[in-house]
């Protein structure tokens, strides 16, 4: 099993209610971060962040450029910009959208798997698009693993089946029993890490 170093959500119509759900499951001693995409209008304001700040013990950033990452913090993607995972860091850009979207799931996803190849763990939530179907595919191709909100429990279902066509190897999870398989999945690969160091 690899080991995971950075989790990363991509959400759209619906995702506030599924990340507030994810988020608030989640324990505070989660041993990687979470980077979330949730698509939304560019002149949105931020309280994404303090409503998911609002249920979770977690400490939730919205991002700025070149913002570290850090263990058990969530890190939210401003509006119109897209969100880059660098090692160790986050950048944003405002380059062109992608797929009509800015922040663009994608663009995060294939990023995260460039930074850490055979790492990162992709979640695909509810919405109304594609976005995030081609970088799960993307995350898994480079050795990386994939969970995928089943449709049934999804706000709008498009998004998490075109996430599970692309990537028919992903876990189907539904949304209440999401944050758990996150934790097995990090924690498995934190324990193994122990174990090796010792």
Known sequence: MSEISIAVVGASWGGLAALSKLVASLPGNLPVPIAVVQHRSRTADTLL???????????????????????????VAPANYHM??????????????????????DVTFISAADAYPGATLGVVLTGANDDGAQGLRYIVNHGGRAIVQDPETAEI???PEAA??????????PLDDIAAH???????????????AG
């Open 49 to 75: 962040a303090s409503l998911l700040q609002d249920v979770t013990d977690l400490r939730v950033v919205d991002v700025e450029d070149k913002e570290p990452l850090e263990p058990g913090s969530v890190y």
């Open 84 to 105: 880059l995972v660098e090692k160790g860091h986050l950048s944003l850009t405002t380059d062109p959208m992608v797929r009509f979207s800015r922040p663009s799931i």
């Open 157 to 159: 279902r498009t998004m």
């Open 164 to 173: 599970r066509l692309a990537v028919p190897e992903a876990a189907v999870v």
């Open 182 to 196: 996150i934790v097995s999945i990090t924690q498995a690969a934190s324990s193994m890490r122990g174990h090796r």
